[in-house]
């Protein structure tokens, strides 16, 4: 239901834009005043920070003001909003990014990863995505394609990037809490301020306690006297 309200919105809105450009023509310098009230995204896939509109590569970024906008928590979360991406648990190795159909699944200690993670510019190697959630993100940066040894270490399918929220010079602070069915609770905070002159500091905290989806009545002990 609501992608089809979604859907006739867009029409309807498409439709009263056309009418607008046909009775009020844009001069040139409306159009790049409303080209630049375009929301700049600024990431460091080059190891610089740079516009999104300007990096030569196929890079896919999500802000976190965008990331609580889509509920994007996971790793299998963000496979539904990033072209090519797709995201496999496993037992074994804790969950595997697949970038245009290139991963590694292999869980040798030793093997390298087709689809690198990089925690703040560094390469973190095996993880276990699919055991938490994203935690104080300022984004999330994945790049299709094959990657040099630009962060450290060169990948074939491509790389994803999480960059965590930097500490500011001013006070901020803020808590989630989400309560749901089996008694799920999810809590979430950080606080982030000056520590002295030049020094600032960032903390965050999470967690997630939820009850079984069913009782296991195989693990009652019962005493035949």
Same mark, same amino acid.
């Not at 450009?21 to 790049?32: H, I, S, T």
């Not at 560094?122 to 994203?134: A, K, N, Y």
């Given at each position: *239901?609501?992608?089809?309200? &979604?859907?006739?919105?867009?029409? %309807?809105?498409? @439709?009263?834009?056309?009418?607008? &450009?046909?009775?009020?023509?844009?001069?040139?310098?409306?159009?790049?005043?409303?080209? #630049?009230?375009?929301?700049?995204?600024? +990431?460091?896939? $080059?190891?610089?920070?740079?516009? @999104?509109?300007?990096?030569?590569?196929?890079?896919?970024?999500?802000?976190?003001d965008m990331l609580d906008d889509m509920q994007i928590e996971s790793g299998s979360d963000l496979q539904m909003v990033t072209p090519s991406l797709s995201f496999q648990g496993g037992d074994a190795g804790g969950?595997? &990014?697949?970038? !245009?159909?290139?991963?590694?699944?292999?869980?040798?200690?030793?093997?390298?990863?087709?689809?690198?993670?990089?925690?703040?510019?560094?390469? %973190?190697?095996?993880?276990? *995505? $699919?055991?938490?959630? &994203?935690?104080? *993100?300022?984004?999330?940066? +994945?790049?299709?394609?094959? $990657?040099?040894?630009?962060?450290? !270490?060169?990948?074939?399918?491509?790389? +994803? #990037?999480? +960059?965590?929220?930097?500490?500011?010079?001013?006070?901020?602070?803020?808590?989630?809490?989400?309560?749901?069915?089996? #008694?799920?609770?999810?809590?979430?905070?950080? *606080?982030?301020?000056?520590?002295?002159?030049?020094?600032?500091? !960032?903390?965050? %905290? $999470?967690?997630?306690?939820?009850?079984?989806?069913?009782?296991?009545?195989?693990?009652?002990?019962?005493?035949?006297?």
């Amino acid at each position: *239901m609501k992608i089809h309200l &979604f859907t006739e919105s867009l029409k %309807v809105s498409l @439709l009263v834009c056309s009418l607008l &450009f046909l009775v009020n023509p844009v001069n040139a310098e409306e159009a790049e005043a409303a080209a #630049n009230s375009i929301e700049e995204i600024i +990431v460091t896939s $080059q190891r610089v920070e740079e516009s @999104l509109q300007d990096v030569p590569i196929a890079v896919t970024a999500l802000t976190g003001d965008m990331l609580d906008d889509m509920q994007i928590e996971s790793g299998s979360d963000l496979q539904m909003v990033t072209p090519s991406l797709s995201f496999q648990g496993g037992d074994a190795g804790g969950g595997t &990014f697949n970038i !245009r159909g290139i991963t590694n699944l292999a869980v040798s200690a030793t093997s390298e990863s087709g689809v690198e993670i990089h925690v703040n510019d560094l390469p %973190v190697g095996s993880t276990t *995505m $699919q055991d938490g959630e &994203f935690l104080d *993100m300022e984004r999330i940066e +994945v790049l299709r394609g094959p $990657q040099g040894t630009l962060y450290g !270490r060169n990948t074939t399918g491509g790389a +994803v #990037n999480f +960059v965590t929220a930097r500490p500011g010079t001013n006070f901020e602070a803020y808590l989630d809490i989400d309560y749901g069915r089996w #008694n799920t609770l999810k809590i979430e905070g950080a *606080m982030s301020g000056a520590i002295s002159e030049k020094i600032s500091g !960032r903390i965050a %905290v $999470q967690a997630n306690k939820s009850d079984g989806y069913y009782t296991n009545n195989g693990t009652t002990v019962t005493s035949g006297l």
